[in-house]
């Protein structure tokens, strides 16, 4: 028998670390899941020695994980072990980044680690809802359904993402070119124009007078605004990465017209699909709400998902938690109570999400249907607008020329 050391999920969702015998690491996962647990670092306990952390210089990027996750998932389901999977996908080099991934963790595999252990060490490791999901599927002898469901949920993540920045970018380009353009406006064609509206005097229009002003405001004074502008967005970048900044934007873009619901959906949908993977894959629901928050990037959907927890700790039901939260959409505690009438909790936790994912889908693409020509005509007024103040102005001086 073997001494290992571990840090686990009870049941309660607090982290335990103690030390486990068993003949081999996973006969130690297998009987820590037996009593409860669910464990997500584990390895062999040396004399004076304590589980060792690997310094991360970052997430998995989500692509890499898909691509990963899927390429492993058919090679298993195949029949192929895990590490000549993994040797195969680490000779391809029609994806270099998902090949160096792979390769990594065949060395930590070969010398006697779980996979979920060899992904937890890789210096840019995987969510750690994924770690959860892959060492209950390697306990529960599921390993390629759990690979293949990670796949696709990340799939619709990244699909969702791209198409929220689809979204964005039109706009941007717009909004960028108008901004150009009457900066263009005031620095070359306001000052060629300046000589003729001052002749004016008092008669000048008032608009074309402040429009003269904020000419040779922005020519004197362009540079300190410039360095003004680059510290003010180097101080948000700084900001929005700190926990206050964080917690600020999150509540801003919840908030926020619109678009507030669309990333709500968004974020319902990617902790749903984690919480219901997580529970088809025998995992209890107090240690699964734990990892599924770790989800989220998001500091109130993992606020909200605590709350959850703690209640349901207290003997509520899922479906009750969710709807005294109040975070979440009403919809989500709905299904959640038909899963718990019929007895099929996580799949109908993952069919919620899947609506809330084609329901933000269809909100995303509404929406940029709506935005640009919106966008297009009011950017449109406002140059149209300055550029009508300028010849306004042109022709009431030569009126009075006249």
């Known amino acids: 028998m073997t001494s290992f050391r571990y840090r686990a999920y009870g049941a309660n969702g607090r982290v ?32 004076g020695a304590a589980v060792s952390s690997v310094r991360r210089s ?5 692509r890499t994980l898909a691509g990963f996750s899927r390429s492993l998932a058919t090679m298993t389901a195949g029949g192929l072990p895990i590490d000549e999977a993994l040797g195969l996908i680490a000779s391809d080099p029609s994806d270099k980044v998902v090949a160096k991934l792979a390769s990594g963790v065949r060395e930590s595999v070969m010398s006697g680690r779980s996979l979920a252990d060899a992904l937890a060490e890789q210096k840019q490791a995987p969510p750690d809802y994924v770690i ?30 791209n198409a929220m920045r689809g979204a964005l970018i039109y706009p941007a380009i717009l909004f960028a070119t108008a901004f150009l353009s009457v900066i263009l406006i005031l620095l070359v064609v306001a000052p060629a124009l300046k000589p003729v509206l001052d002749a004016g005097g008092d008669q ?8 003269i002003a904020a000419s040779d405001f922005l020519q004197q004074w362009w540079t300190t605004g410039c360095i003004a502008l680059l510290a003010i967005i180097l101080g948000i970048s ?38 219901s993977a997580l529970l088809e894959n025998g995992m209890t629901v107090v240690p699964a709400l734990a990892i599924a928050k770790e989800g989220s990037g998001n500091p109130l959907v993992q606020h909200a998902a605590g709350e959850i927890a703690e209640d349901v700790r207290q003997g509520k039901s899922v479906s009750r938690s969710l709807l005294d939260n109040g975070f979440f959409p009403v919809a989500a505690a709905h299904m959640a ?21 084609d329901r933000s889908a269809r909100q995303i693409s509404r929406i940029t249907t709506i935005a640009g020509p919106l966008l297009t005509l009011v950017l449109g007024l406002v140059i149209g607008g300055v550029v009508l103040t300028l010849l306004g102005a042109i022709m009431s001086v030569n009126d009075l020329a006249v």
Do not use: Y
Request: no cysteine; hydrophobic share 50%.
């Open 16 to 47: 335990l670390s103690d030390v486990v015998s068993a003949a081999s690491e996973t006969d130690a996962v297998r009987l820590l899941m037996r009593e409860g647990l669910t464990p997500f670092e584990i390895a062999e306990a040396k004399a």
């Open 58 to 62: 970052g997430r998995l990027p989500a």
């Open 132 to 161: 959860g999901l892959v060492k209950a599927g390697e306990a529960g002898g599921s390993l390629a359904p759990v690979l293949d469901r990670i796949s696709s949920s990340v799939e619709n993540e990244i699909r969702l993402a």
């Open 204 to 211: 000048t229009p008032a608009s074309a007078r402040a429009l």
């Open 238 to 275: 700084v900001w929005s990465r700190s926990r206050s900044g964080r917690h600020t934007l999150s509540v801003l873009s919840l908030k926020f017209p619109v678009m507030g619901k669309v990333l709500l959906d968004v974020e319902t949908a990617r902790f749903l699909s984690s919480f």
């Open 337 to 357: 109570a038909v899963g718990e009438k019929s007895g099929a909790l996580p799949a109908m936790l993952a069919k919620a999400a899947n609506i809330f994912e």
